[in-house]
């Protein structure tokens, strides 16, 4: 009797504690991992950071699977210029993409050869030093690299290859109401909104990226566990995401 007490107790409490972390996840805090280099020198590839669901509100992407509980979003706040967000990539709904919001519902973008302007003006970038991506052969990749400040005073680092590359170049558009663009920091090295993201919906966030957590250089095989403890990238750790 004791030991089905017991069984009994232990079932519940896993219950308990799934029932708490699904909620955690859906209304408070939900872990991401960083997969691709499109927004360095902001986020590296293996940083593991928490997005605030509750930032923005709520709507079905907020939960488990999209569940379309509702339709828009109900306790909305819409993002600031310069937030670093996590959406649902909107040709289909379901993949994760994290990008800087750059332009908000009714603003006019254009590039001209890699200088961003915003409703007409140009956005101030200071260079800085070159920044250097190592692959595990230790190959380098060089970026220039720059302070960029948009409207409204937000700072942030960019990396470009050239101002001349491919999507350097965007003709000027307007943001639809109910919707945002976006671009990764590494713009030479970023699919957004100027690519095949396009606009993004007010309805696919999911939220804004917060802190890391944990960050570790993805390069080492997993089957060399003996490497994994110099390859954790211990200064990252709790840093805020700005």
Same mark, same amino acid.
């Given at each position: 009797?004791?030991?089905? =007490? $017991?069984?009994?107790?232990?079932i519940k409490t896993l219950v308990y504690?799934?029932?708490?972390?699904v909620v955690i996840r859906t209304f408070l805090f939900e872990p991401f991992k960083i997969p691709s280099g499109s927004m360095y020198p902001s986020l590296y590839v293996g940083d593991f950071l928490f997005v605030s669901k509750y930032t923005y509100g709520y709507s079905k992407h907020s939960f488990p699977f $999209?569940?379309?509980?509702?339709?828009?979003?109900?306790?909305?706040?819409?993002p600031k210029r310069g937030d670093v967000?996590?959406?649902?990539?909107?040709r289909d709904n379901h993949t994760d993409y994290i990008k800087r919001v750059i332009g908000l519902p009714n603003d006019k973008i254009k590039l001209d050869n890699g200088r961003l302007y915003i409703n007409g003006e140009l956005q101030d970038r200071q260079p800085l =030093?070159?920044?250097?991506?190592?692959?595990?052969?230790?190959n380098a990749d060089r970026y220039h690299?720059?302070? =960029?400040?948009?409207?409204?005073?937000?700072k942030h680092r960019i990396l470009e290859i050239s101002d001349h590359e491919q999507e350097d170049n965007v003709e000027e558009l307007t943001v639809p109401e109910g919707y945002f663009f976006v671009m990764g920091d590494n713009r030479d090295? $970023?699919?957004d909104s100027r690519i095949s993201v396009g606009f993004v919906p007010f309805e696919n966030l999911v939220g804004k990226a917060r802190f890391l957590?944990? $960050?570790q250089d993805p390069e080492d095989a997993w089957y060399k566990p003996w490497l994994w403890p110099r390859k954790i990238r211990w200064k990252r750790i709790f840093n805020t995401i700005s």
């Open positions: 009797m004791q030991e089905e =007490e $017991s069984f009994t107790d232990t504690a799934i029932l708490i972390a $999209s569940i379309p509980l509702f339709e828009g979003r109900i306790w909305a706040d819409e967000v996590v959406f649902k990539f909107p =030093e070159d920044f250097i991506v190592r692959d595990a052969q230790g690299q720059y302070e =960029e400040t948009l409207t409204g005073g937000v090295r $970023s699919d957590f944990f $960050s």
